[in-house]
């Protein structure tokens, strides 16, 4: 968080030093990181991400469902294993990476 502080204290100042003026208007520079759900893009993110929770959506249904949440617990030879709970069961899911629409990091509540 203090990183991201200094970076809005760094840019704030540049912004304002160029001519013509970019933003004429007030404006308010907010400097972000993607946050606790930050989107799982690549392989090498998903692959990062064993051991942590996600939530990935699908092109196609498996076992009647498009959206699975739960603990990727191994992703190997471009298979997702999603470890999730169905009611109060635990279930595993191996999900093809090509299925794979969307994929973030998930908060588990």
């Known amino acids: 968080m203090n990183d991201t502080a200094d970076l809005s ?5 540049l912004l304002d030093s160029i001519q013509p003026d970019p933003f004429p208007n ?4 907010e400097v972000t990181s993607p946050g606790l759900e930050r989107p799982l893009k690549t ?3 998903i692959e990062a991400s064993v051991g942590k929770y996600i939530n990935v959506s699908l092109y196609k249904s498996i076992d009647k469902a498009k959206v699975f949440e739960g603990t990727l617990i191994k992703f190997q030879d471009d298979i997702l294993t999603i470890e999730y709970l169905d009611k109060t ?3 595993e899911v191996n999900i093809p990476y090509s299925l794979v629409s969307k994929a973030r990091l998930a908060v588990k509540i």
């Open 43 to 45: 392989k090498e993110s």
């Open 9 to 13: 204290e760094i840019i704030s100042p």
């Open 26 to 29: 007030e404006y308010m520079l």
């Open 89 to 91: 069961r635990k279930k």
